[in-house]
């Protein structure tokens, strides 16, 4: 069937070509499409604005983050330079009296305090490199075993010191 109507075509050609519509035609056709007014919101327009609300918002939120971020470390910074010199003349004190004391050493409390000293210089660089309430907690408690180690020792030189006062008396 295709085949008929193809041959149809092409040989009456010269008589499909030969006819042009009047003009009045075309006005006829514009008549009786729809016309679709351009609003200023259309679907484009408001996914653009969607766009842009998203982008500024997610700015805005970086910006005050980051801020945020910066201001939170400092106040943590802030807070363990003071925590560190109330401990740290806590420890020199006892460290100092420890030294009037003058008793018998103990290679076990020696160990023990360089470890916590190095620990604590480990703790303190990485509280400089990536500050976080956990690294200040750690510093934190790595300063209050060594005073409880030191309150230790200084009650073992003072035990020591009287048994030998006690066996002086005797």
Known sequence: MKDKL???????RAGFDNREPSDG??????RKIPVKRKSFFTE??????????FFGLSAYMFVTNQYGEKKEV????????????????????KVAFIDKLD?????QFSQDVKKLDAMY???REEMKLSPSEKVKDALILN????I???????????????TDDDSKEI
């Open 25 to 30: 035609v075309w006005p006829r056709i514009e």
């Open 143 to 146: 300063m209050l075993i060594r």
């Open 121 to 123: 210089e480990v703790l």
């Open 103 to 107: 008793g018998y050493e103990d290679d």
């Open 148 to 162: 409880d180690l030191l309150n230790q020792q200084i009650q073992k030189l003072e035990d020591h010191r009287k």
């Open 44 to 53: 484009v327009s408001i996914w653009r604005a969607a766009a842009l609300l």
């Open 74 to 93: 400092s106040k943590l910074q802030v807070e363990f330079k003071d925590l560190e010199l109330f401990y740290g003349d806590q420890i020199a004190e």
């Open 6 to 12: 193809k041959d149809f075509i092409d040989q009456h």
